[in-house]
């Protein structure tokens, strides 16, 4: 369908029982004003090589850099987080870098710093644009500042994009959102291609099945829904190499995503690359709260499984990279972020704008959910998990310089 028909709403309200399954909506999103200038740097570091790479995006940034002992704690230490919360409100910043510890970064820090974000002035909403910097270890992390400087002095719009889907359910909805995007993208006059990866051969007898070479996709099968390949052929990676922007739609659990085992992309190089990803635990850490993604029923297990796809692409070059923690919406959340860097919004305002939308639907009393994970949440989806998006990259970039109008 095009754009035009898909209904913006607040938080899926008065959308048909179809769109929803269908996640054929877009959140309704809106500016929020915050300081005119001003960077911080937000870390828990406290070794000299994981500190040189932030100290130089601050020093770019003509930022500071503010440590606290434990990110990981401040959920449990309300003092403390009083205590930053006191100081963010006095430095004022437009960005706050949130850099934590591998240790550090799980779904308690996140709420605990959303709740410190969210409460620098009288209005309960994100009053500062955030971004994430995280990374496997110390090069990692040196790698990804050094990509969003050179991508910043670059200042380059994307000229080739590709969408990675996943053939899975009888409705093709992961497959529809990425020829939407798809074909918004050619209308900007830019090269868009796909890869779909089909983990249900059966739908193949489908009439409906898509005739995904004539709508420029390669497609691959796989061997099952919980059976993901582990190996991509040349002519993929040659596309995957081509591209400076991918997004993806479909099923993720650590490890895998869209059908495929994230050490399917092992040695390929993403420098230069933005990455937006509508599957579930795109962006989960190596330590988690509560409920645990190996519970997801299907899930596969085994080694491969302790692989992180955010941490991954940072590892291997990408500049930025935006997902979620946990079980996440997809579509209706991803597009308001892209449309927002389409209208050369900057990576740290784009999210803003769409945790604020969150926000405010959060609760009644539109305030962030109180309460944070506990070891006896077994659910699979929990109140907190809407808030848990998180983007990792240089808030102050902006990935797509505004060249054109959003196609309406």
Known sequence: PPLASIPRVKEGKDVSTERQKMSLWILETAPHPVAAEGYVVLTDHTQAEWLAPLSTLAEYRKGTVVT??????????????????????????RYVAIAPRPESYRENTILALWKVLTSLD????????????????????????????AFAKAASAPAHVLGITHIFDPDYKS???????????????????GLAICSAPRLHQQGTFPDAAAQGNLLLDGPGRGQPLDTLPDEAKAAIQRSSLIFLFGHGVPGMLCGLETTAFANLDFSGKILLSGCCFSCAGEHGEGFMPSQLPGAPQGPARADRFALRMVDQGAVAVFGHMRLNT???????????????????????????????????????????????QKDMENPMDVLLYVFIGDPALVPIPAASPVPK
């Open 68 to 93: 606290v002992p434990d990110l990981g704690a401040l959920w449990n230490h309300p003092e403390d987080l009083e205590a930053l919360r006191a100081k963010l409100a006095a430095l004022k910043p």
């Open 122 to 149: 009288e209005d309960p909403q994100f009053d500062t644009f955030p971004g994430f910097l995280v990374a496997k270890d110390a090069a990692g992390l040196a790698k990804l500042v050094d990509q969003d400087i």
């Open 175 to 193: 497959y529809q959102k990425g020829e939407i995007l798809k074909r918004l993208f050619t209308e900007r006059g830019c090269k868009a291609e």
């Open 330 to 376: 997809g579509f209706p959340h991803l597009y308001p972020v892209l449309e927002g860097q389409l209208q050369g919004l900057s990576l740290g305002e784009s999210y803003q704008r769409l945790l604020n939308a969150l926000l405010a639907n959060a609760s009644q009393e539109k305030t962030l959910v109180p309460t944070y994970y506990t070891g006896e």
